[in-house]
């Protein structure tokens, strides 16, 4: 059973690494309005470390008229392949503007976003479907060196440490350690 565990995280980390790669670095990826129940939408980009990033979804009038809400949420990923948990946004409503802000930290590579649209008759729909759209940061790290308007070539202006990847050899290490610690018992 314990190793059964152990892979599993293995391979949690593995895909979390994959997905990490699947994107197109640099390209900001955002809804296409004509499939969605957005007017129209406005994202700060690129990202920047330590200032504030905002998102503005306008509801279109069909489903403004039929009582439809959304749930904006946000996840952001670091230079280093790690991504933070999903976070519901506090979104401010005016009307069908929906407003919402956060501050990336230092290292971010880009901010993920995505809106749950809830309807009268307790159905969900998710924009976009098992995915998200994702606004680049103005330094992000891909293939061996920085890029973005923020980036020296080495780094992100200023870093400390810029070791892509630095995080997962720990947690790969500290799995290893518990398998064989597992054996042991």
């Known amino acids: 059973m314990r190793t059964i565990v152990a892979l ?53 009038e069909a ?10 949420t946000s996840q952001i990923c670091l230079n280093d392949g790690v991504c933070d948990p999903p976070v519901t946004q506090e979104v401010a409503v ?39 759209y994702t606004i680049w940061s103005s330094c992000y790290y ?3 060196g920085y890029y973005g308007p923020d980036s020296d070539g080495d780094g992100c202006g200023g870093d400390e440490e810029n070791t892509p990847g630095f995080t997962l050899v720990p ?4 799995v290893g350690l518990a398998i064989a610690i597992a054996r042991r018992n």
Do not use: Q
Not at 16 to 22: E, I, K, L, R, V
Not at 101 to 107: I, N, Q, V
């Open 8 to 60: 599993t995280l293995i391979a949690l980390l593995a895909v979390s690494t994959t997905s990490y790669a699947a994107k197109t670095a640099g390209e900001d990826n955002g809804p296409d309005i004509d499939e969605t129940p957005f007017e129209s939408y406005t994202a700060t980009s690129p990202s920047i470390s330590g200032e504030t990033w905002t998102l503005v979804v306008v509801m279109d």
């Open 63 to 72: 489903h403004m008229s039929n009582n439809t809400t959304f749930e904006i």
């Open 94 to 132: 005016d009307g069908a503007t929906h407003t919402t802000s956060l501050t990336p930290p230092d290292d971010h590579s880009y901010v993920n976003w995505r809106v749950k649209a809830m309807y009268e008759d307790d159905s969900v729909d998710y924009f976009p479907y098992g995915s998200w």
């Open 142 to 144: 891909e293939d061996g």
């Open 171 to 174: 947690a790969l290490v500290a």
